[in-house]
């Protein structure tokens, strides 16, 4: 089956720039989207087709999808960006879901 | 504005069977531009897509799961349910249901989200 790895946490001090990876096998070949987990609520949206952002959300949230990793740059980032990123993509009639990313803004 | 509720029993029993019910409003769950999904959250762990339908009843599911949950629709009443069966502990998660927005372009993606219910397995 197929899967997608991400880091389990990254790091940011506030202003400066997250990047969270997820890996899988020819990601670049299919589309990416990311969502954004805060603490006892549902997962949100944030990048869709490897790089679009839904209505609403924030110009400093970007993504790339090249080769086998597809990127959710985080520009800027706040303390409101402090939470979990999943990355998805879609593979054999399957929606799957990356491992998960915490975010912590120092 | 689109919202979806899920509703039903916090606490089934081990070897029993779990049941849910979406409940959408602010939108036509008999459109046919869009799936509903379900998908769950163990406590502290990641997301996993349970399966999802579309507005004519057609359903597919994550195959791992496949051979224990079922999916339905209510047009009338604007729901879907999930229905899993011989439930164990590892089925204990916070189950979410959400708009499951596909295209032809190769979009795949969940664009509104339920609050999410935890649905405890134990004796």
């Known amino acids: 089956s197929y899967e997608l790895t991400q880091p389990p946490s990254v790091s940011v001090s506030p202003g400066q720039t997250a990047s969270i990876t997820c890996s899988g096998n020819?990601?670049?070949?299919?589309?990416a989207s990311w969502y954004q987990q805060k603490p006892g609520q549902s997962p949100v949206l944030v990048i869709y087709?490897?790089?679009n952002r839904p209505s609403g959300i924030p110009e400093r949230f970007s993504g790339a999808n090249s080769g086998n990793t597809a990127t959710l740059t985080i520009s800027g980032t706040q303390a409101m960006d402090e939470a979990d990123y999943y990355c998805?993509?879609?593979?054999?009639?399957?929606?799957?879901f990356g491992t998960g990313t915490k975010v912590t803004v120092l | 504005q689109l919202q979806l509720q899920e509703s039903g029993p916090g606490l089934v029993k081990p070897s029993e069977t779990l049941s849910l019910i979406c409940t959408v409003s602010?939108?036509?769950?008999?459109?046919?531009?869009?799936?509903w999904g379900w998908i769950r959250q163990p406590p502290g762990k990641g997301l996993e897509w349970i399966g999802s339908i579309y507005y004519n009843g057609s359903a597919y599911y994550n195959p791992s799961l496949k051979s224990r949950v079922t999916m339905s629709l209510d047009t009338s009443r604007s729901q879907f349910s999930l229905k899993a069966t011989s439930v164990t502990a590892a089925d204990t998660a916070v189950y979410y249901c959400?708009?499951?927005?596909?295209?032809?372009?190769?979009?795949?993606?969940?664009?509104?989200w339920g609050q999410g219910t935890l649905v405890t397995v134990s004796s």
């Open positions: 602010g939108g036509f769950i008999s459109s046919s531009s869009f799936y």
């Open positions: 020819k990601l670049g070949d299919k589309y």
């Open positions: 959400a708009r499951d927005r596909q295209a032809t372009t190769g979009t795949h993606l969940f664009d509104y």
């Open positions: 998805q993509a879609w593979d054999s009639s399957t929606y799957v």
């Open positions: 087709q490897d790089k």
